[in-house]
Nanobody, 125 residues
Framework: QVQLVESGGGLVQAGGSLRLSCAAS????????MAWFRQAPGKEREFVAA????????SLAASVKGRFTISRDNAKNTVYLQMNSLKPEETAVYYC??????????????????WGQGTQVTVSS
Protein backbone atom coordinates (compact mmCIF):
# COMPACT_ATOMS: atom_id res chain seq x y z
CA GLN A 1 0.00 0.00 0.00
CA VAL A 2 1.26 3.46 -0.93
CA GLN A 3 -0.20 6.75 0.23
CA LEU A 4 0.65 9.87 -1.76
CA VAL A 5 0.47 13.50 -0.68
CA GLU A 6 1.17 16.33 -3.12
CA SER A 7 2.33 19.81 -2.19
CA GLY A 8 3.80 22.90 -3.79
CA GLY A 9 0.88 24.10 -5.85
CA GLY A 10 -0.26 27.70 -5.86
CA LEU A 11 -0.76 30.83 -7.89
CA VAL A 12 1.99 31.94 -10.25
CA GLN A 13 2.21 34.41 -13.11
CA ALA A 14 2.71 33.25 -16.66
CA GLY A 15 6.38 32.53 -17.24
CA GLY A 16 6.94 31.69 -13.60
CA SER A 17 8.05 28.47 -11.93
CA LEU A 18 6.77 26.04 -9.33
CA ARG A 19 8.12 22.83 -7.89
CA LEU A 20 5.62 20.19 -6.91
CA SER A 21 6.45 17.46 -4.44
CA CYS A 22 4.78 14.14 -3.83
CA ALA A 23 5.62 12.42 -0.58
CA ALA A 24 4.89 8.72 -0.37
CA SER A 25 4.44 6.48 2.60
CA UNK A 26 4.90 2.74 2.53
CA UNK A 27 7.86 0.48 2.14
CA UNK A 28 7.49 -0.17 -1.58
CA UNK A 29 7.97 3.34 -2.96
CA UNK A 30 11.24 2.34 -4.58
CA UNK A 31 9.50 -0.39 -6.58
CA UNK A 32 6.98 1.91 -8.23
CA UNK A 33 7.14 4.07 -11.27
CA MET A 34 5.84 7.53 -10.44
CA ALA A 35 3.95 9.97 -12.59
CA TRP A 36 2.33 13.37 -12.67
CA PHE A 37 -1.00 14.00 -14.35
CA ARG A 38 -3.11 17.12 -14.51
CA GLN A 39 -6.77 17.81 -14.97
CA ALA A 40 -8.38 21.09 -15.87
CA PRO A 41 -12.11 21.71 -15.31
CA GLY A 42 -14.19 19.93 -17.91
CA LYS A 43 -11.21 18.10 -19.38
CA GLU A 44 -9.80 14.62 -19.13
CA ARG A 45 -6.87 13.79 -16.92
CA GLU A 46 -3.70 14.39 -18.93
CA PHE A 47 -0.28 12.76 -18.65
CA VAL A 48 2.52 15.18 -17.79
CA ALA A 49 5.59 13.18 -16.78
CA ALA A 50 6.75 9.85 -15.38
CA UNK A 51 9.90 8.32 -13.95
CA UNK A 52 11.02 4.75 -13.46
CA UNK A 53 11.40 3.16 -10.05
CA UNK A 54 15.16 3.74 -9.98
CA UNK A 55 15.01 7.14 -11.67
CA UNK A 56 16.99 6.05 -14.71
CA UNK A 57 14.18 6.55 -17.24
CA UNK A 58 11.92 9.55 -17.60
CA SER A 59 9.17 10.52 -19.98
CA LEU A 60 7.60 13.92 -20.55
CA ALA A 61 4.56 14.96 -22.50
CA ALA A 62 5.52 16.79 -25.68
CA SER A 63 3.82 19.96 -24.46
CA VAL A 64 6.12 20.27 -21.44
CA LYS A 65 9.45 19.07 -22.81
CA GLY A 66 12.18 21.60 -22.25
CA ARG A 67 10.21 23.30 -19.46
CA PHE A 68 9.33 20.58 -16.92
CA THR A 69 11.61 18.10 -15.17
CA ILE A 70 10.64 15.05 -13.13
CA SER A 71 12.96 13.58 -10.53
CA ARG A 72 12.80 11.39 -7.46
CA ASP A 73 14.66 10.78 -4.23
CA ASN A 74 14.04 7.24 -3.09
CA ALA A 75 15.79 7.87 0.21
CA LYS A 76 13.15 10.50 0.95
CA ASN A 77 10.24 8.66 -0.69
CA THR A 78 9.55 11.76 -2.75
CA VAL A 79 9.03 12.59 -6.40
CA TYR A 80 9.28 16.12 -7.77
CA LEU A 81 8.00 18.05 -10.74
CA GLN A 82 9.92 21.21 -11.56
CA MET A 83 7.79 23.42 -13.78
CA ASN A 84 9.30 26.41 -15.56
CA SER A 85 7.88 28.91 -18.04
CA LEU A 86 4.34 28.09 -16.98
CA LYS A 87 1.44 29.02 -19.23
CA PRO A 88 -2.12 30.00 -18.29
CA GLU A 89 -3.50 26.97 -20.10
CA GLU A 90 -1.59 24.78 -17.68
CA THR A 91 -3.88 25.78 -14.86
CA ALA A 92 -5.16 22.51 -13.42
CA VAL A 93 -5.16 20.17 -10.48
CA TYR A 94 -1.92 18.22 -10.58
CA TYR A 95 -1.99 14.63 -9.35
CA CYS A 96 0.78 12.27 -8.36
CA UNK A 97 0.37 8.57 -9.18
CA UNK A 98 2.25 5.36 -8.50
CA UNK A 99 2.23 1.99 -10.19
CA UNK A 100 4.39 -0.96 -11.03
CA UNK A 101 4.32 -0.26 -14.74
CA UNK A 102 6.28 -0.78 -17.88
CA UNK A 103 7.30 2.55 -19.47
CA UNK A 104 5.13 1.79 -22.49
CA UNK A 105 2.04 2.09 -20.28
CA UNK A 106 2.96 5.21 -18.33
CA UNK A 107 0.59 7.50 -20.19
CA UNK A 108 -2.70 5.89 -19.17
CA UNK A 109 -4.24 6.97 -15.87
CA UNK A 110 -6.16 3.72 -15.41
CA UNK A 111 -2.89 1.78 -15.21
CA UNK A 112 -1.87 3.37 -11.92
CA UNK A 113 -2.68 1.82 -8.57
CA UNK A 114 -2.31 4.77 -6.24
CA TRP A 115 -3.23 8.45 -6.47
CA GLY A 116 -2.76 11.52 -4.36
CA GLN A 117 -5.49 14.04 -3.64
CA GLY A 118 -4.08 16.62 -6.03
CA THR A 119 -2.67 20.11 -5.72
CA GLN A 120 -4.04 23.16 -7.52
CA VAL A 121 -1.78 25.08 -9.88
CA THR A 122 -3.12 28.37 -11.19
CA VAL A 123 -1.20 30.34 -13.79
CA SER A 124 -2.37 33.91 -14.29
CA SER A 125 -1.91 35.79 -17.54
Amino acid sequence: QVQLVESGGGLVQAGGSLRLSCAASGRTFGRHAMAWFRQAPGKEREFVAAISSDGSITSLAASVKGRFTISRDNAKNTVYLQMNSLKPEETAVYYCAAGRLDPTTWGRPRNYDYWGQGTQVTVSS
